[in-house]
């Protein structure tokens, strides 16, 4: 015998949960991808490359986040898209604008499945002649660096690709930086030029760690008929994950940027104890293999100065000597302070001291201006807002069953 589930007359507590189906995202899909997801709503095989053009032109030229704004494809196969796709932009939970003019965007992303939704933060940092927008690739991190607020946050996920780059689409609608919808479609610059002409993936996580999802987003980015950022304008920064740094340079050709902080094995061990598993030595090998490697195309190395730690003149020799041969600069970057953390920044004129030994060992060493340290968004200052409610949330509450435990 079959039975029939009487909807109509069951109370709506108690009929069975029907989930709406999930949408597939468009947003960081190749061009490839894009074709093959263009099956779905019934277009033509003969007419889909030329489909999958204007949608990345949409997208990444025109910045738009709703099929309605799409206005040379037609009103039939923009619902269809509509009922299958999603390009809708992640929730803006918060902005904060530091007194300097960095900001920081706290973006919410939906639910994956059975998972729940995720935070992330992204920080847009204005300089004299350029902007730079740092883009976190997971949520949360796994190496545990000890000067890095990000990672006393265990890792949640990792973001995909569409989620990486919609990051930079966030903060170029925020800054202007597309056309206005009123402007001839071949109009694809703003009115006053771009805000954001650099990219650096060194917000949360370990970008390698996350590597397809991460290469598949820079290839978009540097696509010269879509965002259009110069691969030399795109840095990776990595914390050692030897095996991928060729193969990141080999299939992306982006700039490399290597977190040292350390010349001894057994100081890094502590500070990045990644280095426990690919030391120096293996670190420095792969960045003397980097393709494309050459004065023109340097590796940053960021060295974070610590007070009493890693600061003193044998430690910048030691930098100096352990570089020897490999074109690079070196970024010597001010402690930033979080709540919780156990270091110091090194004193002002110990950093120029460090700087000038460095300096006249043959390599540049610029002293980065900490930015929006403020609003917590400095390098190593990265981590999810909410998480950070949901800890004070959790403290307030023990505190109050602290007391009723003693009422």
């Given at each position: 015998?079959?039975?029939?589930?009487?909807?109509v007359d069951?109370?709506?507590?108690?009929?069975?949960?029907i989930?709406?189906?999930e949408?597939?995202g468009?947003?960081?899909?190749?061009?490839?991808?894009?074709?093959?997801?263009?099956?779905?709503?019934?277009?033509?095989?003969?007419?889909?490359?030329?489909?999958?053009?204007?949608?990345w032109h949409?997208?990444?030229?025109?910045?738009?986040?709703?099929?309605?704004?799409?206005?040379?494809?037609?009103?039939?196969?923009?619902?269809?898209?509509?009922?299958?796709?999603?390009?809708?932009?992640?929730?803006?939970?918060s902005?904060?604008?530091?007194?300097?003019?960095?900001?920081?965007?706290?973006?919410?992303?939906?639910?994956?499945?059975?998972?729940?939704?995720?935070?992330?933060?992204?920080?847009?940092?204005?300089?004299?002649?350029?902007?730079t927008?740092?883009?976190?690739?997971?949520?949360?991190?796994t190496?545990t660096?000890?000067?890095?607020?990000?990672?006393?946050?265990?890792?949640?996920?990792?973001?995909?690709?569409?989620?990486?780059?919609?990051?930079?689409?966030?903060?170029?609608?925020?800054?202007?930086?597309?056309p206005?919808?009123?402007?001839?479609?071949?109009?694809?610059?703003?009115k006053?030029?771009?805000?954001?002409?650099?990219?650096?993936?060194?917000?949360?996580?370990?970008?390698?760690?996350?590597?397809?999802?991460?290469?598949?987003?820079?290839?978009?980015?540097?696509?010269?008929?879509?965002?259009?950022?110069?691969?030399?304008?795109?840095?990776?920064?990595?914390s050692?994950?030897?095996?991928?740094?060729?193969?990141?340079?080999?299939?992306?050709?982006?700039?490399?940027?290597?977190?040292?902080?350390?010349?001894?094995?057994?100081?890094?061990?502590?500070?990045?104890?990644?280095?426990k598993?690919?030391?120096?030595?293996?670190?420095?090998e792969?960045?003397?293999?980097?393709?494309g490697?050459?004065?023109?195309?340097r590796?940053?190395?960021?060295?974070?100065?610590?007070?009493?730690?890693?600061?003193s003149?044998?430690?910048a020799?030691?930098?100096?000597?352990?570089?020897k041969?490999?074109?690079?600069?070196?970024?010597?970057?001010?402690?930033?302070?979080?709540?919780?953390?156990?270091?110091?920044c090194?004193?002002?004129?110990?950093?120029?001291?460090?700087?000038?030994v460095?300096?006249?060992?043959?390599?540049?060493?610029?002293?980065?201006?900490?930015?929006?340290?403020?609003?917590?968004?400095?390098?190593?200052?990265?981590?999810?807002?909410?998480?950070?409610?949901?800890?004070?949330?959790?403290?307030a509450?023990?505190?109050?069953?602290?007391?009723?435990?003693?009422?």
């Amino acid at each position: 015998m079959v039975h029939h589930l009487n909807l109509v007359d069951m109370k709506a507590d108690e009929r069975p949960k029907i989930k709406p189906r999930e949408k597939h995202g468009l947003i960081g899909l190749s061009r490839e991808a894009l074709k093959d997801a263009l099956s779905v709503v019934g277009v033509p095989e003969k007419q889909r490359k030329m489909r999958a053009s204007q949608l990345w032109h949409w997208l990444y030229i025109r910045g738009v986040s709703s099929f309605d704004d799409m206005l040379n494809i037609s009103k039939d196969l923009r619902e269809k898209m509509k009922a299958h796709f999603d390009i809708a932009r992640p929730e803006i939970i918060s902005e904060q604008i530091s007194k300097d003019g960095t900001r920081k965007w706290l973006l919410r992303f939906p639910s994956r499945g059975a998972g729940k939704p995720v935070d992330v933060e992204t920080v847009y940092i204005p300089e004299e002649g350029r902007g730079t927008l740092c883009v976190s690739s997971q949520v949360g991190c796994t190496l545990t660096c000890t000067f890095c607020h990000t990672g006393t946050q265990k890792l949640v996920r990792n973001l995909t690709s569409g989620e990486i780059i919609s990051q930079i689409l966030v903060a170029r609608e925020k800054l202007g930086d597309f056309p206005e919808m009123d402007t001839p479609q071949g109009a694809i610059v703003p009115k006053e030029g771009r805000s954001i002409s650099n990219i650096v993936m060194m917000g949360m996580g370990e970008p390698l760690y996350n590597y397809d999802n991460v290469r598949d987003a820079m290839l978009i980015m540097a696509d010269g008929e879509g965002l259009s950022l110069s691969k030399r304008r795109i840095t990776l920064s990595t914390s050692g994950v030897v095996p991928e740094i060729t193969r990141i340079g080999e299939e992306t050709g982006v700039m490399l940027a290597i977190s040292l902080h350390a010349v001894r094995n057994e100081l890094r061990d502590e500070l990045v104890p990644i280095n426990k598993k690919y030391p120096i030595s293996e670190l420095l090998e792969a960045c003397r293999s980097y393709p494309g490697l050459s004065n023109a195309r340097r590796i940053t190395f960021e060295y974070v100065m610590l007070k009493g730690v890693n600061d003193s003149l044998d430690d910048a020799k030691g930098l100096v000597k352990l570089l020897k041969g490999i074109p690079a600069k070196i970024n010597l970057i001010p402690f930033n302070p979080w709540p919780g953390s156990q270091y110091e920044c090194s004193s002002w004129e110990q950093i120029e001291t460090f700087a000038d030994v460095v300096n006249h060992g043959g390599y540049a060493s610029p002293i980065r201006t900490p930015r929006g340290s403020d609003i917590l968004a400095a390098c190593g200052q990265l981590k999810s807002e909410s998480e950070r409610l949901a800890i004070r949330e959790s403290m307030a509450l023990e505190a109050m069953m602290g007391r009723d435990d003693e009422g």
